[in-house]
Every structure is written in structure tokens, then in C-alpha cells.
């Protein structure tokens, strides 16, 4: 098991409940952790509409997770 | 060559004077502001968030690139974040270049680029009392907002 951080922002946050967790995971990359929380909270972003960032940067969705990384989903952005 | 996400209000005169320069014979800003209407609905407020720590790095990034890619003298983008009323500034660009093309050009660009790739999202309440999020929608590529129904009174 990998214990890693998350912090959510907008949609993601509010379909979570809240802000950051730090959980124990099996996922072995980014993207089936996406995966199975999506699964189990219900995110209604398909993972191809989303990006991550580990420890800070964008990062790639097959990136191997270690523990101790901090993991943001990033939902569409929309500035300006 | 500055990006800052910034939870108070902006102060666009305050802004423009750090970009003085009297090598700069042109000076071009953008703001944007909050609007009464988005495809068609009436808004009645907006809410902005950001992933600040890589906001700010992102958008260093994106005037870093147009500084690299342009003959400009100074730019600067700041971002809000919270809750915004009605004509409220949401974003300011300033650009200083020795000649305008430059100046416009980059202003466009930066702003631009930090719409399509800064960590920032956006949040509307409509008049009806609903709110989405801006191109969160999962209904469908021509959707533009997941509309969440006002709460019950």
C-alpha cells in the first residue's frame, strides 16, 4: 500500500466533501487512483476531461505513486 | 515579469504604475470582468478558485514564454480568487513594449494562454439561484456548464 496526500479543488472538491485526505491506496499509478475514487465518490469526470499534479507539477497519468506524494486532480480550468 | 493569484480586490491604477517604464512607448492592458449573462442565462455573481502554489507557476511560465517569444519591456498578469460581484475585475494583464505591436499581441497571448492552462476555475450563480461550473459539464461536448439545481427553500 501507498500512502500518498490529495487536496481537491471546485467540482472535484464538492463531489469529494471536502478539501484533502490522506489515504492508503493499492493504485499503483495516478490514474487508477483516479480511477477508484472516482468509483467510490462518484466524480462525474470522465479522467480524459481531467489532469494531475504530483508534489506541485503537471505530471503524467501512468506516473508510479510512492508515499509521501501529493496528488491534485485538476477538473477543465477555467480563468479569465 | 510578474503572475500572482490575489484574493483581494485589484487596483487597476496600482498595477499599471509598476509597469511604468520610460523605455516604453506603448502600453496595453486587459481586464476582465465579471458579466451580467453567460450562454444565455442571467449570472448574478462568480466564485473563482486556485490551485495557487501551481497557478503561479504555470502562469510565470506562460509570461516567461511570451517574454522569450516577443520584444516586450515588462508584463504582468494577476488573477482573483473568491467570491465576485457584478463588473467586478476578475483578471488584469499589463504588457510595456518599446512599440505596440509587441504590446498587443502579448497581452492576447497571456491571457490567452492562462485561460487554456492556469489551475483556475470558475464557479456561476445564476439569477434562478442555481450555480455550475464553468467547463465541468459531463452531460455532453455542447454543454457548457454542469448546472446544479437551486437547493430547495
Given at each position: 500500500m501507498t500512502t500518498v496526500t490529495l487536496h481537491y479543488f471546485a467540482l472535484l472538491r464538492e463531489q469529494r466533501g471536502q478539501s484533502s485526505e490522506s489515504l492508503a491506496t493499492a493504485a499503483a499509478t495516478a490514474a487508477a487512483l483516479y480511477a477508484e475514487l472516482a468509483q467510490r465518490h462518484g466524480f462525474t469526470l470522465p479522467v480524459t476531461h481531467v489532469r494531475v499534479a504530483i508534489n506541485g507539477e503537471f505530471a503524467a497519468w501512468d506516473t508510479a505513486l510512492r508515499t509521501g506524494d501529493e496528488l491534485v486532480f485538476i477538473p477543465p480550468v477555467a480563468g479569465g | 515579469m510578474t503572475f500572482r493569484i490575489s484574493s483581494e480586490p485589484l487596483d487597476p491604477n496600482a498595477l499599471a504604475a509598476q509597469l511604468l517604464d520610460l523605455r516604453a512607448g506603448a502600453y496595453v492592458e486587459f481586464q476582465g470582468r465579471v458579466r451580467n449573462h453567460n450562454e444565455?442565462?442571467?449570472?448574478?455573481?462568480?466564485?473563482?478558485?486556485?490551485?495557487?502554489?501551481?497557478?503561479?507557476?504555470?502562469?510565470?511560465?506562460?509570461?516567461?514564454?511570451?517574454?522569450?517569444?516577443?520584444?516586450?519591456?515588462?508584463?504582468?498578469?494577476?488573477?482573483?480568487?473568491?467570491?465576485?460581484?457584478?463588473?467586478?475585475?476578475?483578471?488584469?494583464?499589463?504588457v510595456t513594449s518599446a512599440h505596440r505591436a509587441a504590446a498587443f499581441e502579448a497581452c492576447r497571448a497571456i491571457i490567452d494562454e492562462t485561460k487554456a492552462r492556469v489551475p483556475i476555475w470558475k464557479k456561476e450563480h445564476y439569477a434562478s439561484g442555481a450555480s455550475g461550473w464553468i467547463n465541468c459539464a459531463t452531460a455532453g461536448p455542447a454543454a457548457a456548464t454542469r448546472i446544479t439545481p437551486p437547493a430547495p427553500r
Amino acid at each position: 500500500m501507498t500512502t500518498v496526500t490529495l487536496h481537491y479543488f471546485a467540482l472535484l472538491r464538492e463531489q469529494r466533501g471536502q478539501s484533502s485526505e490522506s489515504l492508503a491506496t493499492a493504485a499503483a499509478t495516478a490514474a487508477a487512483l483516479y480511477a477508484e475514487l472516482a468509483q467510490r465518490h462518484g466524480f462525474t469526470l470522465p479522467v480524459t476531461h481531467v489532469r494531475v499534479a504530483i508534489n506541485g507539477e503537471f505530471a503524467a497519468w501512468d506516473t508510479a505513486l510512492r508515499t509521501g506524494d501529493e496528488l491534485v486532480f485538476i477538473p477543465p480550468v477555467a480563468g479569465g | 515579469m510578474t503572475f500572482r493569484i490575489s484574493s483581494e480586490p485589484l487596483d487597476p491604477n496600482a498595477l499599471a504604475a509598476q509597469l511604468l517604464d520610460l523605455r516604453a512607448g506603448a502600453y496595453v492592458e486587459f481586464q476582465g470582468r465579471v458579466r451580467n449573462h453567460n450562454e444565455g442565462q442571467p449570472v448574478h455573481a462568480l466564485e473563482y478558485e486556485a490551485y495557487t502554489a501551481l497557478a503561479e507557476k504555470e502562469g510565470a511560465r506562460i509570461v516567461a514564454e511570451v517574454a522569450a517569444r516577443l520584444p516586450i519591456l515588462g508584463a504582468a498578469c494577476i488573477h482573483r480568487v473568491g467570491r465576485l460581484e457584478l463588473g467586478e475585475l476578475a483578471v488584469w494583464v499589463g504588457v510595456t513594449s518599446a512599440h505596440r505591436a509587441a504590446a498587443f499581441e502579448a497581452c492576447r497571448a497571456i491571457i490567452d494562454e492562462t485561460k487554456a492552462r492556469v489551475p483556475i476555475w470558475k464557479k456561476e450563480h445564476y439569477a434562478s439561484g442555481a450555480s455550475g461550473w464553468i467547463n465541468c459539464a459531463t452531460a455532453g461536448p455542447a454543454a457548457a456548464t454542469r448546472i446544479t439545481p437551486p437547493a430547495p427553500r
